[in-house]
């Protein structure tokens, strides 16, 4: 894994705990957490929305976008978006969050549940990440050939699991 990887996960998880905010690890990074190989993009993390003011001053410095609404053809939530030294870190609200189910062609609210994330051991801390039904869940409402090798994995996870 890149260095930048654990340096900026290191940082932005002591700032969340700094200030008591629960949170999670989602998308990539997640699979990856749960035994995905694919090259790692960006760290996404959840947190409470109202909780987005809690850590402004800690991390004003590295902020790309936000935090504002969010809104493509696939999410409509909060964010903001962080380059630490060059890894980039995207924090979402959890709630009132919404990815587009292009099947059915409706809006789906994204299953962030914090008190059902499993903690995992990375880099020598501990960190919740989303777990693996809901994580699956949500990748296979995106498009891309990244969303159904994430979704093999969670599968097979989920799998060892039962």
Same mark, same amino acid.
Request: aromatic share 12%.
């Given at each position: 894994?890149?260095?930048?990887?654990?340096?900026?996960?290191?940082?932005?998880?002591?700032?969340?705990?700094?200030?008591?905010?629960?949170?999670?690890?989602?998308?990539?990074?997640?699979?990856?957490?749960?035994?995905?190989? $694919?090259? +790692?993009?960006?760290?996404? &993390?959840?947190? /409470?929305?109202?909780?987005?003011? #809690?850590?402004?001053?800690?991390? *004003?410095?590295?902020?790309?976008?936000?935090?504002?609404?969010?809104?493509?053809?696939?999410?409509?939530?909060?964010?903001?978006?962080?380059?630490?030294?060059?890894?980039?870190?995207?924090?979402?609200?959890?709630?009132?969050?919404?990815?587009?189910?292009?099947?059915?062609?409706?809006?789906?609210?994204?299953?962030?549940?914090?008190?059902?994330? $499993?903690? +995992?051991?990375?880099?020598? &801390?501990?960190? /919740?990440?989303?777990?693996?039904? #809901?994580?699956?869940?949500?990748? *296979?409402?995106?498009?891309?050939?990244?969303?159904?090798?994430?979704?093999?994995?969670?599968?097979?996870?989920?799998?060892?699991?039962?």
């Amino acid at each position: 894994m890149q260095p930048e990887l654990e340096t900026a996960l290191k940082w932005i998880v002591k700032i969340l705990n700094k200030h008591s905010i629960p949170f999670q690890i989602a998308g990539g990074f997640g699979v990856h957490l749960y035994g995905g190989r $694919r090259p +790692i993009n960006d760290i996404d &993390i959840d947190i /409470p929305n109202e909780k987005f003011q #809690d850590i402004l001053p800690d991390i *004003k410095s590295y902020i790309d976008f936000g935090p504002a609404r969010y809104q493509d053809k696939k999410w409509d939530l909060d964010l903001i978006t962080l380059d630490y030294h060059g890894q980039l870190i995207d924090i979402s609200g959890a709630y009132g969050a919404k990815i587009y189910d292009e099947e059915n062609n409706l809006w789906q609210p994204y299953p962030s549940q914090f008190d059902t994330a $499993r903690q +995992i051991d990375v880099f020598g &801390i501990t960190v /919740p990440v989303m777990n693996p039904e #809901d994580l699956m869940g949500y990748k *296979k409402l995106l498009n891309g050939e990244h969303q159904k090798e994430d979704i093999k994995v969670m599968e097979k996870y989920i799998l060892t699991l039962k």
